[in-house]
Every structure is written in C-alpha cells, then in structure tokens.
C-alpha cells in the first residue's frame, strides 16, 4: 500500500510554478521576422508586393530584425518568472535575478494607462526591496491577474 499523504517535500516541489511566452508564439515572432527581413533584403520582391523605396525597405527590415529580437529573448529567457519555496526568479529587462521570499515585498497585477492613445499594458508588479520589477502579459504568457493571486498566495506561505 503506498501513503498518499503528501510530504513536506512534495508539497514544496507542487509550489514550483513557472510562466513564460508560449513556443508557437516565438517560432511565429521568428518565422515572421525573417519573411519581412526577405522582403526587405529582395528589392525585385519588395517592389512586387508594393512600391517600396529605399527608405521603406529600411522600416521594414527594422521592423523584422525586431520580431528576430524579440523571438530570440523569449526563447533564451525562460521563463520569464519562476517561484519556489526558495523565492522569486524573474527576468528584469535582459538579466536573471533570484530573490528569496524576504525581498519580495508585494505581487499585484495592474493596468498602465496611457491617456493619450488610449493603450492599456496589463502587467504584474512585483515589488522589491530594491524597488518594483514589472512584467507584462507578453513576457509572461498569460494574464497577469492570474500569476498574482498564485505567486502572492505562494509568497505568503513562505515569507
């Protein structure tokens, strides 16, 4: 007969939870940035699709070099948010930091507003002894309404 009661260690590994951009997404960011660098780069193309100048063929293939630039960051920083019984392991920017639960102040999610354009970013927040960090719903893959409630409920058992 084998003891279905969950030990202290199974029930810190059922804490470890980990968010990041899907691969269907990056591999789309990819394909799609090197179509548009193609575009770009074959001046007979670019001026059969539509007419193209100089100038434009260089927003263009600004624009593709960015999808690369994005695909590229979320396929090397996964994930993009991690928690464990230890702390909080998150991407800032281009860099990886590990905080242990003492550091972490508070997770929320929220909404930054931009009046003037109208745009809305949905981020979660995670504030810091060092100051806030945020994420956004694309580096995370998911809502950030959702991380919040389980990181914070996380952070709370073991902080």
Known sequence: ?????????????A???AWSPSWRRVILYAAAGMIVLAIAATGSLASRLSSLDNPGRL???????????????????????????GGIDLVDGIHRRRLPWAAVL???????????????????????????????????GTAPERIAAVVEEIRRRHG
């Open 59 to 85: 927003l263009i293939g600004l624009s593709g070099a960015g999808l690369l630039v994005l695909a590229v960051r979320d396929a090397v920083a996964r994930p993009a948010l991690r928690v464990d019984d």
């Open 106 to 140: 508070r997770v929320q999610a929220s909404t930054l507003t931009h009046n003037r354009r109208g745009v809305h970013i949905h981020v979660l927040i995670v504030e810091t002894i060092d100051g806030p960090v945020l994420l956004s719903r694309r580096q995370l």
């Open 15 to 17: 804490d470890a939870r």
């Open 1 to 13: 007969m084998t003891n279905s009661v969950p030990t202290e260690s199974t029930a810190r590994a």
